[in-house]
């Protein structure tokens, strides 16, 4: 099996900083990409950014210019840097992996920016 653990989520005010980090943990595994995905109460899921085993990055336009994603692939780790958080950044932030097989979700860390 593999686990996928978010951490850094939390109440924040807008225009506020935060690092979201996920670490892979598991064994037999080898990822094409990891990124972050985000779901808002009563809205769908969606991608923020990722970033591919080769540092490809993909990220979302609502996000750019203020969000960036890196990894480390020595630890199996990705981060998320939040800048200039907005009260629409509130969500349960979902890091994602993919293999050539299959993708593997984390449970969420909740991001919260409000007064």
């Known amino acids: 099996q593999v686990q996928l653990v978010e951490s850094g989520g939390g109440l924040v005010q807008p225009g506020g900083s935060l690092r979201l980090s996920c670490v892979a943990s598991?064994?037999?595994?080898?990822?094409?990409?990891m990124g972050w995905y985000r779901q808002a109460p009563g809205k769908q899921r969606e991608l923020v950014a990722t970033?591919?085993?080769?540092?490809?990055?993909n990220i979302a336009g609502f996000v750019k210019g203020r969000f960036a994603i890196s990894a480390d692939n020595a630890k199996n780790t990705v981060y998320l840097q939040m800048n200039s958080l907005n009260p629409e950044d509130t969500a349960v932030y979902y890091c994602?992996?993919?293999?050539?097989?299959?993708?593997?979700w984390g449970q969420g860390t909740q991001v919260t920016v409000s007064s």
């Open positions: 598991g064994s037999g595994f080898s990822f094409v990409a």
């Open positions: 970033i591919t085993r080769g540092g490809y990055r």
């Open positions: 994602k992996a993919d293999t050539p097989y299959k993708t593997y």
